[in-house]
């Protein structure tokens, strides 16, 4: 595959061309087309040898030797040279089935083939098959009746997109009114109270948070009478209890006999809502392959060993285990940081009690709580974007302060290189800062790329390098795991408490994904109170602490996988989910299946 954008044959003299093994005998599988300035790869004469990979100085060029049964199960292709979807999800009438893998590995791609947004052109990208041929291709599947009737029109889909911060440029008007518009159900009293969006229904949709656009979209996909509700990343910007909420409405579907399918890198919400799940893996945009559907369980558990038995393949390195027990932690008075006494933050309408606390070198304060509580507002006290209403009580510390913002301005008109050069300064030239940051979050292919124009995984991605480039003590992250798949969340944690305690420094992560903060806090701030009205900061505390006071708030329990480790959602009412609660373990307790 050849990146055109990161090639520059001017500059580098054709190097691929000159060095290609192939380009003397009678076919080259490297040339230069007529009226093309760029070269281009002949995959059927390639031998994968690797040689222009090696010589190209632009990292433009990538080769995957793809397994050649697969190539009769090309679902589709963008063009030459481009990504690839081998195989499609199977979506069952009365399951929801869920997609997990990689950013750019093809789950959006495989909802919009569903949808009918992409039409397959089952690799033929240059003469693409009609209706026939694709139901053809599909014969003796599920598939084949689902393409039957979408392509008669017999099939009514729906689609919530991924990227729910574009919808304020596309839509205009009052919440209220719009889902009223798209209403088919008839019940938009129930769809709002379901959602909890009457107390914004009369406000605009440019003034919503990411929360309430989340909510309102997948408010809009609900409110529609379908045969098949497709859902891209549900949880994105939403706190844990509106994500059970989410899930528990996503589920109502499946009961009213609906087939839905639901891309989400929450593993907790995939595990609460998904019956079956299809793995996708491969060689993010060059190709994806999905699996066959899984059981829930054994398909999240099959994604986090990074093997999959049936196909015999292993597509990561090693397993992903979590912690099953809270980290015992001992400190020193001299490793504090910084201190915070009493504070107290009124805006019109909302008020934030902040207990005193103190965070040390070396750790990570994990910050949950619901929506509009206050978390952000606590992370820009400790920033200095905001004062406190009685400045002489304002955070005591002298040390520099980096933050990554909840919501990512787009408004830097230069390259990704360029930005990362500003913060790290001399830094960037060194082999640790290639090793810990560029390499750690795959930044070296979007270095040449404008900000302005990446994708929201690439956005986050670069936002937190960026923040974590500056030499500082104190780094403050706002939802850092929004549009990152988990191998990007696993990652993330682990250059956060690299460099935290590589530099003495202290961080505070604001998070909605339970497991994320699992794996990288020390200890844990709990918000409460009543959102948008009044929220209360609590000093920080222990994990086991913390996470008991949080979810008994939130009125869940979880439990751990026997394998793995990783925290699955207990249902309510359960007979595990009662005895955790009359124990007062809501999150650290043995493992039962």
């Not at 009438?93 to 949808?115: D, Y």
């Not at 008669?152 to 729906?158: D, E, F, P």
């Not at 806090?521 to 959102?531: A, L, Q, Y």
């Not at 869940?556 to 793995?564: A, E, L, S, V």
Request: one cysteine or more.
């Amino acid at each position: 595959m050849l990146d055109s954008e990161r090639c520059k044959p001017k500059d580098c003299g054709l190097l691929c061309i000159k060095y290609c093994p192939l380009v003397r005998s009678r076919t080259d599988a490297i040339k230069i087309e007529e009226g093309e300035g760029k070269p281009t790869i002949y995959e059927t004469l390639c031998s994968g040898c690797g040689i222009c990979v090696r010589k190209c100085p632009f990292d433009s060029i990538s080769i995957v030797n793809l397994p050649h049964e697969l190539e009769k199960d090309c679902s589709h292709r963008f063009d030459k040279n481009m990504f690839s979807l081998y195989r499609l999800p199977t979506p069952q009438k009365g399951l929801v089935t869920g997609l997990i893998g990689k950013n750019g590995i093809g789950k959006s791609t495989a909802l919009k083939i569903l949808s009918g947004e992409i039409k397959a052109n089952l690799g033929a990208y240059d003469d693409p098959p009609d209706w026939p041929q694709i139901i053809n291709h599909y014969r003796g599947s599920i598939l084949q009746e689902h393409f039957a009737k979408l392509s008669g029109g017999k099939l009514r889909t729906v689609l919530k997109p991924q990227y729910v911060d574009v919808l304020p440029r596309v839509v205009k008007g009052a919440v209220g009114e719009l889902l009223e518009k798209v209403d088919e159900r008839g019940n938009i009293g129930e769809t709002l109270k379901l959602f909890q969006l009457e107390a914004i229904a009369n406000r605009e949709v440019q003034a919503l948070s990411g929360g309430e656009l989340q909510r309102f979209a997948i408010a809009a996909a609900y409110s529609k009478e379908v045969d098949v509700y497709l859902f891209d990343e549900p949880s994105s910007y939403l706190d844990v209890k509106q994500r059970l909420l989410v899930s528990k409405a996503i589920r109502n579907l499946r009961s009213e006999g609906k087939t839905v399918v639901v891309s989400e890198h929450d593993l907790a919400v995939l595990d609460y809502l998904s019956d079956n799940v299809c793995i996708l893996y491969g060689e993010p945009s060059i190709y994806g392959v999905i699996s066959p559907p899984q059981s829930v369980r054994v398909g999240i558990n099959t994604y986090l060993d990074g093997y999959l038995p049936s196909e015999n393949i292993r597509f990561r390195k090693a397993p992903v285990r979590f912690h099953v027990k809270p980290p015992l932690v001992t400190w020193n008075v001299e490793d504090v940081v910084i201190t915070w006494d009493e504070m107290e933050k009124t805006y019109p309408g909302f008020t934030l009690r902040v207990d005193p606390g103190e965070a040390r070198r070396g750790e990570v304060i994990g910050i949950l709580g619901p929506n509009g509580i206050g978390k952000t507002t606590f992370i820009k006290l400790i920033a200095a974007l905001e004062q406190p209403d009685e400045t002489d009580v304002s955070p005591r510390t002298e040390v520099t302060v980096s933050y990554k913002p909840q919501y990512i301005s787009t408004d830097y008109a230069d390259t990704v290189e360029a930005l990362l050069k500003s913060v790290a300064k001399g830094l960037f030239a060194s082999s640790q800062y290639k090793t810990e940051i560029l390499k750690a979050f795959t930044l070296n292919r979007l270095l040449d790329r404008q900000v302005n124009e990446l994708s929201g995984g690439e956005l986050q991605r670069v936002a937190i390098a960026a923040c974590l480039s500056r030499d500082s003590k104190i780094y403050l992250l706002d939802e850092p795991s929004a549009y990152l798949d988990v191998e990007e969340r696993l990652i993330m944690t682990r250059v956060i408490r690299r460099i935290v305690e590589g530099r003495d420094a202290v961080a505070f992560v604001v998070e909605h994904d339970v497991g994320v903060e699992d794996f990288v806090s020390d200890r844990i701030m709990v918000f409460d109170g009543e959102p948008g009205v009044e929220g209360h900061a609590h000093k920080p505390q222990g994990l086991r602490e913390g996470m008991n006071s949080f979810l008994r708030d939130v009125g869940i329990t979880f439990r751990r996988d026997p394998n793995t480790g990783r925290p699955r959602v207990n249902k309510e009412g359960s007979r595990l989910d009662q005895y955790q609660k009359e124990i007062g373990e809501h999150y650290y307790v043995a493992t039962i299946n």
